[in-house]
């Protein structure tokens, strides 16, 4: 086990920058998410750490040691891979045990360990089975047995649920979390699905154009988001976003594109009447209310979308949709007028030409 | 009704497209088990004695003998050499040199868009200065240019079905490139490059020209069978039969092989 630390991390193909200059550590025991959009540098960061691609500049260290340098065999990491990427020709208890064997170990050294992660991942009646004959979910498990039996100080994980359906990613969601808590292996996973990043992260690594955008805890990430980006990236249904103008006066109010609605002093002290910035409403934080309620704002319903348990219900203010998610989506019909109301303390703002928060604290 | 009779004529179709394809072939192997009298006859006989005389008169002739075995040794180390040095090449292109690989893909294919003719007389001048001419040596050598060309053709698109990934686990298990390519890419390319192999063994099994002008006296089976038909009148159509026998099998039995390996592929599906 070990931390793992990245020094201005540079990668370019050719001249053409991917990412340009990285800093990043991770604690040991910690499981980390690196999450962003499709081309955002996440995979080629882990590969780096991988030893499976070459870093341009900067220096990466594991458990202390400079690793730079040395071959991916060398860096005490274990790697999943989104495509499984089982070994055809071998068994699958040959598939886990191949790296032991390689080394060297004896048979009876290995057997107690191939009997051990096998009943960990549930394995045991698919060892002499070929990689072909296993179904997608099996295969990820051969192939997170094959990680997991050498013991490495780190595993990386590589979009490994992508290839799967929804249940069973949900399910091995948990396991790979459940793992975790019992072995405690250092872990980086990369995702773009920003759900399985909040539900399996100690800590999420948010990144966009190769630059880390913001790094937290998956409640720092939702519930304080440094910048748009961030806020419009996490969460379901996504976030609304609004143009403002602060008004003068007492309280700290902001007007726009029909709506009315006070902000959080202490939260956004520098804000000063006149300034233009873009308000960030979660549709999961707003709830249905009268018109006279302070912070309302009231529309005509667009569309109603049945969730189960609860429903977003879109609509239009001003000429603008904007939606919320409540558990009374029932009582809604396309065409009602509709007024919900949001806390001060939920309200996000930010500056509307860089994007970034405007909350203090 | 209708589906009945579009099913018989399918058939009937196939039938005789077997019949065609297969007619000669069975004719001809008829033929190397008939004696002489039983062929030229006026009647095609379908029941006769069968006998041996034919293959034994076949390998009990010094020539054919010699042009079978000069056949196996030339083509084998042929195919073997360009084996061992077109395999890894081939390698090396899919993985490190995609771009170049193309031009080097092509390069490597117009050696065989050249008209055999055309390095025949200039390889006849340089074999006699070296003192090859005449040599299976000589022979291997250039049957190699045909060999180490077709195998890597053959073999770059079948490195490149190897997923990456299975080299990358295999590299986090900390083995070097060496170990990647002898312990994982090469048996996952394993039943293409088979293939490649076996289509590289027709192609120079057969080959007549180059023989021909370079090894006259070393002669290789398509020579010796060559020569056999120009005997003039007194043909000797059973031994003549017998020999095409012995020149088709080798070729037949390995598109079987492969023709069974390409059905193993399609039905397991691509990985």
């Known amino acids: ?243 403002a103008d602060i008004a003068a006066g007492d309280r700290l109010i902001a007007h726009g594109e029909g709506m009315t609605l006070e902000l959080s002093r202490s939260a956004f002290p520098d804000l000063a009447p006149g300034q233009r910035v873009e308000l960030g409403l979660r549709p999961a934080r707003m709830e249905l209310c009268t018109p006279d309620t302070s912070n309302a704002i009231t529309g005509r319903v667009v569309l109603v979308e049945n969730m189960g348990a609860e429903g977003q219900v879109i609509t239009e203010v001003a000429g603008r949709e904007v939606s919320f998610v409540t558990q009374s989506f029932r009582d809604l019909s396309p065409g009602d007028p509709v007024s919900f109301t949001i806390s001060p303390d939920h309200i996000h703002v930010f500056d509307s030409s860089t994007g970034h928060s405007l909350r203090r604290n | 009704m209708g589906k009945l009779i579009s099913a018989i004529l399918t058939r009937a179709v196939l039938g005789g497209l077997i019949v065609v394809a297969l007619g000669p072939i069975l004719w001809t192997v008829l033929g190397a088990f008939k004696e002489l009298r039983d062929i030229v006859t006026p009647v095609p006989k379908v029941f006769f004695e069968p006998t041996l005389d034919n293959f034994a008169t076949i390998l009990r002739n010094p020539t054919i003998r010699d042009g079978l075995l000069n056949s196996v040794i030339v083509v084998s180390a042929a195919v073997l050499v360009g084996a061992v040095l077109g395999i890894p090449a081939a390698h090396t292109l899919a993985r490190h040199a995609r771009k170049w690989g193309d031009d080097v893909q092509f390069f490597v294919l117009s050696l065989r868009f050249m008209p055999p003719v055309a390095i025949a007389i200039p390889f006849i001048v340089i074999y006699l200065d070296l003192g090859i001419y005449d040599t299976l040596f000589g022979l291997v050598l250039v049957y190699l240019i045909v060999t180490v060309s077709t195998v890597i053709w053959l073999a770059v698109p079948a490195f490149e079905r190897v997923p990456r990934n299975i080299e990358e686990a295999a590299a986090m298990e900390g083995c070097g490139p060496a170990e990647i390519f002898w312990r994982f890419s090469l048996p996952v390319a394993a039943p293409s490059l088979f293939g490649a192999l076996v289509f590289t063994f027709v192609l120079v099994w057969n080959e007549l020209l180059l023989a021909l002008t370079l090894a006259a006296q070393n002669a290789t089976l398509p020579v010796v069978a060559a020569s056999i038909t120009s005997l003039g009148k007194e043909v000797p159509w059973g031994v003549i039969n017998a020999a095409t026998v012995l020149l088709v099998l080798p070729p037949l039995v390995f598109i079987g092989l492969l023709m069974g390996l390409l059905n193993t592929m399609v039905r397991s599906g691509p990985k």
């Open chain 1, 1 to 243: 086990m070990a931390n793992i630390s990245c020094n201005d991390i540079v990668k370019s193909y050719g001249a053409h920058p991917v990412i340009e200059g990285l800093d990043l550590d991770i604690p040991d025991h910690e499981f980390v998410v690196f999450l962003g959009p499709s081309g955002c540098g996440k995979s080629t960061m882990l590969r780096m750490i991988a030893g499976l691609e070459e870093v341009t500049g900067g220096r990466i260290a594991i458990g202390g040691t400079d690793v730079t340098d040395l071959p991916p065999g060398e860096r005490g990491v274990a790697m999943v891979f989104q495509s499984y990427a089982l070994y055809p020709h071998m068994s699958v208890a040959d598939n886990i045990t191949f790296g032991l064997r390689r080394q060297g170990a004896s048979r009876s050294e290995i057997a107690p360990r191939l009997k051990q992660v096998a009943e960990l991942l549930g394995l045991e009646k698919f060892l002499d089975r070929k990689p072909k004959n296993l179904s997608g979910g099996q295969q990820q498990r051969v192939a997170m047995a094959r990680a997991m039996i050498k013991t490495p100080q780190v595993f990386l994980f590589d979009e490994p649920l992508s290839n799967l359906d929804a249940k069973l990613r949900e399910k091995l969601r948990t396991e790979i979390r459940k793992i975790h808590m019992q072995l405690k292996t250092t872990t980086i996973f990369v995702t773009h699905d920003q759900l399985e990043a909040m539900t399996i992260a100690d800590r999420i690594v948010l990144m966009r154009d190769g630059r880390i955008e913001q790094m937290g805890t998956p409640d720092e990430i939702y519930e304080r988001p440094a910048t748009r980006f961030v806020a419009d990236f996490i969460g379901t249904p996504a976030m609304n976003f609004v143009s």
